[in-house]
């Protein structure tokens, strides 16, 4: 399959700051990547949506200002936790399709966020 | 709200039993349907996916879909303890994926 990887795995930052997970897929070019959320034992939410050179499309209840996502590119997706505080703290989890109208997406390794 | 309903478990099943793991969905309109497996700390890893009512198997897994009744289910025969992890479902009307809260299985060796 297809190989997406996300940096960093894991990070510890003081609330207050910001902090910027990447999203890269690596053998092949992602039209659309999508940025999950998970807390302990719950089911993975979609934070948003975004699409290679367009805005990101935001689910309801999660704020774009405070979950900046920025696809520049076919293989780099960013998410940027601003303002970080200890209730942001999660597994962010992107994943990746290849081309458009394939349901099959391909997930990052995860990044856990602990914010003190 | 569309939804994706799965039994939280944990299901315990013996090393070298069947497991079966079970899953409703509630959007007629979906086209797709995973099955990933989790491990705690890691991000899912896609198992199986089906797109057909009727069965499909991969090794030892087995899916099973039956959208008359919004049903989707798992079968993983010989379970080994290396099995163990949260199995989560999914469906996909072809944009967004809905993920289910994922059942925990455990196989005791």
């Known amino acids: 399959g297809a190989v997406v990887s996300q940096h960093p795995s894991w990070v510890i930052c003081k609330s207050g700051t910001s902090v910027k997970i990447e999203c890269r897929s690596l053998?092949?070019?992602?039209?659309?990547m999508f940025w999950y959320r998970q807390f302990p034992k719950q089911s993975l939410m979609l934070m948003a949506t975004s699409n290679e050179g367009s805005k990101a499309t935001y689910e309801q209840g999660v704020e774009k200002d405070k979950f900046l996502i920025n696809h520049a590119s076919l293989t780099l997706s960013t998410l940027t936790v601003t303002s970080a505080h200890p209730e942001d703290s999660s597994f962010y989890i992107c994943?990746?399709?290849?081309?458009?109208?394939?349901?099959?997406?391909?997930f990052g390794q995860g990044t856990r966020l602990t914010v003190v | 709200q569309k939804e994706v309903e799965q039994n939280s478990g944990p299901l315990s099943v013996p090393e070298g039993a069947i497991a079966s793991l079970n899953c409703t969905y509630s959007d007629r309109g979906s086209q797709s349907f995973f099955w990933y497996r989790q491990y705690s700390g890691k991000s899912p890893e896609l198992i199986m996916f089906i797109y057909s009512n009727g069965d499909k198997e991969d090794g030892r897994f087995t899916a099973q879909l039956n959208k008359a009744s919004q049903y989707v289910s798992l079968l993983i025969r010989d379970s080994q303890p290396s099995d163990s992890a949260t199995y989560l479902c999914a469906s996909s009307g072809g944009f967004k994926t809905i993920f289910g809260a994922g059942t925990r299985l455990f196989v005791k060796a």
């Open positions: 053998d092949f070019q992602a039209t659309t």
């Open positions: 994943s990746a399709r290849t081309r458009q109208g394939d349901t099959e997406a391909f």
